[in-house]
């Protein structure tokens, strides 16, 4: 099992940034892909960012340019950079880690209990 900790959220206005960092622990071996997922009250779950233990990344249209995520792996930690946030930015941010099966397919079977950011006008 996978333990994951999300930190780093909180309260920001508009057009400013925050950095999200997740924690992973555990049978850390299994891993070779982590990502960021986000859901707004209403709304279902969506991809935010994922990356792969050798650095390849991939990005929802919506957040491309304006958020960047990266990892440490000697820490064990995936950060996701958030820039340029916006009101409809506002969300839980999950932290999730898996594996890859295909090009551009992943499974994650573990998830965080998710950090909040809220975006202020």
């Known amino acids: 099992q996978v333990q994951l900790v999300e930190s780093g959220g909180g309260l920001v206005q508009a057009g400013g940034s925050l950095r999200l960092s997740c924690l992973a622990s555990g049978s850390i071996f299994s891993i070779n892909a982590m990502g960021w997922y986000r859901q707004a009250p209403g709304k279902q779950r969506e991809l935010v960012a994922i990356?792969?233990?050798?650095?390849?990344?991939k990005y929802a249209d919506s957040m491309k340019g304006r958020f960047t995520i990266s990892e440490d792996n000697a820490k064990s930690t995936v950060y996701l950079q958030m820039s340029s946030l916006k009101p409809e930015d506002t969300a839980v941010y999950y932290c999730?880690?898996?594996?890859?099966?295909?090009?551009?397919?992943?499974?994650?079977?573990?998830w965080g209990q998710g950090t909040q950011v809220t975006v202020s006008s």
């Open positions: 999730a880690a898996g594996r890859t099966i295909d090009s551009g397919t992943y499974r994650f079977g573990s």
């Open positions: 990356i792969t233990r050798d650095g390849r990344t």
